[in-house]
């Protein structure tokens, strides 16, 4: 899938602007600040491609890639806006548990965790809106070069306890450092099974 053309299709506000679902998707999440543009970018080969849309005023949209003809690629704003104003943050909390639980093509979340700091109680915010959505998810650790093996080792750890409470999380754990190009391509090849 990804040898085709990636291309940013549209930044959503709203359930009526989203793509037809003719084909499956799967969408990114995490703290502002965990690597998920980075990620995005690093799996697609476009840099800047989704720091493009990641301008503010852009962060409380539903980014939609495509990534060939095959799948969509979903990024979600990240979550743990502080600052943002009360009314703002729960319309985009309405979008999002409305985008969780009614679209029919979004097969898999994947939800990034800073592997330094391993699962934070606003991560797990997210994980039981996803549990309540039903929608399957799986934990991908980014910035893994920042620690040594063993330090890394105690997060895994810490993550794999955590994701216990969460029967509808795959239990393997996609380990990723977008600066190192490490876990790229057999998130790829996890992406491009999905169907
Ligand atoms: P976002 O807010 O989740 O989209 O995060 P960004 O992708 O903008 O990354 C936040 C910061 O972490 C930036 O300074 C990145 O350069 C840095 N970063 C992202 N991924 C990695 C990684 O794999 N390794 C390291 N060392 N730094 C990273």
Same mark, same amino acid.
């Given at each position: 899938m990804f040898a085709g053309e990636t291309e940013f299709v549209k930044g959503v506000v709203a359930m009526d602007g989203l793509p037809d679902p003719d084909r499956p998707e799967v969408c990114f999440a995490g703290r502002s600040n965990v690597g998920k543009s980075s990620l995005i970018n690093a799996l697609t080969g476009r840099k800047g491609l989704a720091r493009a849309s990641n301008t503010p005023g852009r962060t409380q949209e539903i980014n939609y890639f495509t990534v060939g003809e095959s799948h969509y690629l979903v990024d979600l704003p990240g979550y743990g806006y502080a600052n943002a104003p009360l009314a703002v943050v729960e319309k985009w909390q309405r979008l999002l548990k409305n985008? &969780? #639980?009614? +679209?029919?093509?979004? +097969? #898999? %979340?994947?939800? &990034?965790?800073? %592997?330094?700091? *391993?699962?934070?109680?606003v991560d797990e915010e997210i994980m039981s809106l996803l549990a309540s959505a039903a929608v399957t998810f799986q934990c991908v650790m980014t910035k893994t070069d920042k620690l040594k093996k063993g330090e890394l080792d105690k997060v895994l750890e810490q993550? +794999? *306890?955590? &994701?216990?409470?969460?029967?509808?999380a795959y239990p393997e754990l996609v380990l990723t450092s977008s600066e190192k190009g490490d876990g790229i391509e057999t998130l790829r090849a996890i992406i491009a099974g999905i169907d």
């Open positions: 985008y &969780l #639980r009614g +679209r029919v093509t979004l +097969r #898999r %979340a994947f939800v &990034l965790v800073d %592997a330094r700091h *391993g699962i934070k109680p993550v +794999r *306890g955590k &994701l216990q409470q969460f029967p509808s």
